[in-house]
């Protein structure tokens, strides 16, 4: 029915002969989604924060490319989130839909497996949720990705807590076994090792588990001053709830990422304070954006009234992807992929999402990693310094009411 | 080899289809061709499988098991800088080597528990997968050397490679069908002891088709693994697919040299169409969908009289009789 009736709405503008003024093409995006599947609610993130940016550049008129007011549009298919599906998607958007420009597939695995296709073609690709080096580790010219590696995370941590807890010596790390929450940890307890911390306890746990108190008693014995656990937002849900069960505490206590999110604190209510946290973006660390929404905090603004909740690291770093595609077409003036592709690995991008500068390997190599802190209920940003919300508060409430 | 000239006529429309194929990758586009590679591909899985599943009657749910490692032998074996081909003939054989070990202790199960025996190697290989970072990447996976060349002929490569895949795979089945092999196969699928009692050696026809159905499955994973040129264990050990490979065969037609085939791109047509146009619910609908078609076509498309679909008949009371269908 559908194709009828564009079909029908096509003949009609042939009929009364649109004008070629009215008719400057849309440019479009193509864009693979997980949007069922395993994948499907981070896939439905990745397009909210696609949709920001297309309706936020489309709002002020398009782009300027050639002399000509382009609109985009955001071409997109379900890739069910399997990664072989993801190619074919990909396969399809720069042959039957002859798209200029990608959106990478959600995740690392899936955005290296499309890459290497896009890569094929010359098409660039911009990846809004793929953290992991070994993704970029083959200098694609095409792919660029938002999110700048897991090891600035953590040294930016270490840094910190260096700094700000120099007390601390021993830290504990328990981490989920996947392969974020792997990666994270890995990198947690290098950079701790490099500045010097004791680490007293590095294990993994699988995932689905729900009792933890082996792992607990184990760190508990070994007193240490800095526990690290990294995991999915309801296991450290379950984590915290248990450390308090057994009397666990520690001067500091990081998990990641779940305290960004509003769920963490709502669940474990009193628990979660003084809990520290780090992100790859988070609307309080107000950067300024002169090319669409102006601030973090406006764009966090647009994006509760479209979606009625807060954005997080993941819609704000999609819609970054295809801000920077955005901004580096208007500049090029061209949709010319050699052009883009120039301008994108030269820039640093401002935006709302803070700079983003594609390195050597198409990273984002800007290191503007948060360190964060939840204090009486509000998520506070501690480091980077020009950022800062509040200061480090030592200890956790050793148990809940 | 028994060869009639009904199934000497069912060959050859079988070999015709897999040529037209083939010709048709010179006029098809690269998205055609990604999709006709991955059919290609599930094919394969679903001959591997048809050998165990359909004519031994063992319900297999290690087809992606043998899938991963033939995928992970290729990713390992070419980041030695071999040559592809030699990776992808080490994919075989690790999968007929991994198979003859498995196959040696899990085929003494039978029924549910020979099927939670072989789902528990898929779990247990991606946990491998997963761990052992210094072969396997870990979690965060491994890169392949990309094979070089335009879109058009990497396109057009991989699925003629994938077709000759699927071609070997028919072809085997084929063998199988009509020789002592297959027959053996059959007795075991309708009373293993029987077929004990009468001279079949059981355990090294169960043994030999758990092997062939690996090599044939991991060799798939090996040029799967190629084209993606990047794998990681919840890609090559996917437990949907292991559970998807069986259903499609049952929708083909188990234990027939076409129902795989045909089985396979039912499946993926039935699954794209439901997919568009019940973007919410598709889970769910495909579901009762097969559930559907296995009830009333217990046979699949292959082994039903159609004339008598209506009256459902019953899968059991065929396979009683000599099977002259293919």
Known sequence: MNRFKSALAASLCIAIGASPALAAETLKIGAPLALT???????????????????????????????????????????????????????????VDKVPFLLSPYGSGDTKAAGVVAERYGVPMVAAA????????????????????????????????????????KVAVLALNSLYPKGIAADLAASAKDA??????????????????????????LEPDWIYATGYTEDLILIRRQMADLGLSAPIVTMTAGPAYPEFASNVQQLADNVTTNSWWHQNANYKDDFIFGTSQAYNEAFNKRFGRDATYLEAAATASCETLAIAVAEANSTDGDAVRKIMHEKTFQTFYGPIHFGETGQNDYNAALVMQIQDGELLVLAPEELKQGALKIGVPPAGN | MILDRTFLLKIAVGLALFALAAFSAFSLDNYQLQVGTSLAMLAVLCYAWNLVGGYMGYPSLATITFFGIGAYTDGIVQNLDQAIGVAWLAAAIAGAAIALLLGAALLRLKGHYFAIGTIATLEVAREIANNWDALTGGAIGLNIPIQMGSPEFVGRFFFLVMLALAVAA?????????????????????????????????????????????ALSAAAGGVYASMVAYIEPKDAFNLVKTIEIPVMVMLGGMGTIFGPLIGSAFYVVLNEFVWANFINWHSGILGLIIVGVIYFLPGGVLGTRWPSAKGRMPMRARAAQPRTTA
Request: hydrophobic content about 40%; charged content about 25%; glycine content about 8%.
């Open chain 1, 130 to 169: 793929a953290a992991t080096p070994s993704v970029f580790d083959q200098k694609f010219k095409n792919l660029f990705g938002i999110l700048f590696p897991n090891k600035m995370i953590t040294e930016a941590e270490v840094a910190y807590y260096k700094q700000h807890a120099p007390d601390a010596k």
């Open chain 1, 37 to 95: 599947g395993r994948l499907a609610d981070a896939g439905q993130k990745s397009k909210q924060g696609y949709d920001m940016c297309v309706e936020a550049v489309n709002e002020k008129g398009g782009l300027e490319v050639g002399g000509e007011k382009r609109m985009l549009e955001l071409v997109t298919y379900d890739y069910q989130s399997e990664t072989n599906k993801a190619i074919e998607i990909v396969q399809r958007l720069v042959n």
């Open chain 2, 170 to 214: 028919f072809l085997v089945t084929v063998v199988v069908d009509r020789t002592r092999f297959g027959f053996g196969l059959r007795c075991i699928r309708q009373n293993e002891q029987a077929a004990s009692m009468v001279g079949i050696d059981v355990v090294r026809y169960k043994v030999a088709a758990f092997v062939l159905s690996g």
């Open chain 1, 196 to 221: 010097g911390y004791d680490v007293v306890f590095d294990q993994i746990y699988s995932p689905n588990t729900t009792d933890f108190s082996n792992a607990l008693t184990q760190i508990k014995s």
